[in-house]
C-alpha cells in the first residue's frame, strides 16, 4: 500500500500537504467570487461556481488521499532526515518549474503594463533561450534562435488574437 521508492513516503507528503493547501486557496476565492456576484443570475447554470467546487473536491479528497499515504509510508518506514547535499539537488531540479509559474503569475501584469504583443515575446524568447541553454548550454546561436521564436509568437499572437478575433462577425 505504501510508494516503495525510498524516499517517496516524505514526497507523497508534501504533494497532500500542497493539494490540501492548494484547495484551501481555492475555496478562499471561491468563497470571494461567490459574495462578489451573488445578486447576478447566471441563467442555464446549474450554479454560477458548481464545477469549480467539484474540482477543489476532486483536491481535496486527493490531497487527503496522499496524505494519509504519505503518514502510512513514515509509520512504516520511519523517518529519514536528507543530507544537505540533496536538498540543494532538490531545489535545483525544481528551480525551472517555479521559475515557470511564477513568470505565468508575472504574465497578466506584464501583459497590462508593456502590451500582449511584447509580453508575449519577452515570455517567449527568455523561456526558449533558457531551456536551450539547460539542455545544451550558453552559445550566440541560442540568443538567435530565442529572439526568432519569441518574434514568431509575438507575430503569432497579434495575427490572432489581437487582430483577427477582434473583427466582428457577420449577422
Not at 454560477?48 to 488521499?65: D, E
Not at 502590451?115 to 526558449?128: E, K, P, Q, R, Y
Request: aromatic residues 12%; positive net charge; glycine residues 10%.
Amino acid at each position: 500500500m505504501t510508494p516503495p521508492i525510498d524516499g517517496s513516503a516524505r514526497k507523497t507528503l508534501a504533494v497532500g500537504l500542497f493539494f490540501l493547501l492548494l484547495a484551501g486557496i481555492g475555496w478562499l476565492v471561491l468563497r470571494q467570487s461567490r459574495n462578489m456576484y451573488s445578486g447576478m443570475s447566471m441563467p442555464g447554470d446549474p450554479g454560477p461556481f458548481f464545477l469549480i467546487g467539484l474540482c477543489l473536491w476532486v483536491l481535496v479528497i486527493a490531497g487527503g488521499l496522499l496524505f494519509v499515504l504519505g503518514l502510512w509510508g513514515f509509520r512504516e518506514h520511519g523517518v529519514t532526515f536528507t543530507p544537505t547535499y540533496r536538498l540543494v539537488e532538490i531545489a535545483r531540479a525544481w528551480t525551472l518549474s517555479i521559475a515557470f509559474v511564477a513568470s505565468l503569475l508575472l504574465m497578466p501584469t506584464a501583459m497590462r503594463t508593456l502590451g500582449t504583443t511584447f509580453a508575449v515575446a519577452l515570455f517567449s524568447m527568455v523561456w526558449i533561450y533558457g531551456l536551450l541553454t539547460v539542455v545544451r548550454g550558453h552559445a550566440l546561436r541560442h540568443v538567435v534562435e530565442a529572439l526568432l521564436f519569441g518574434a514568431g509568437a509575438a507575430l503569432f499572437v497579434n495575427l490572432i488574437f489581437v487582430r483577427l478575433l477582434t473583427l466582428p462577425l457577420p449577422a
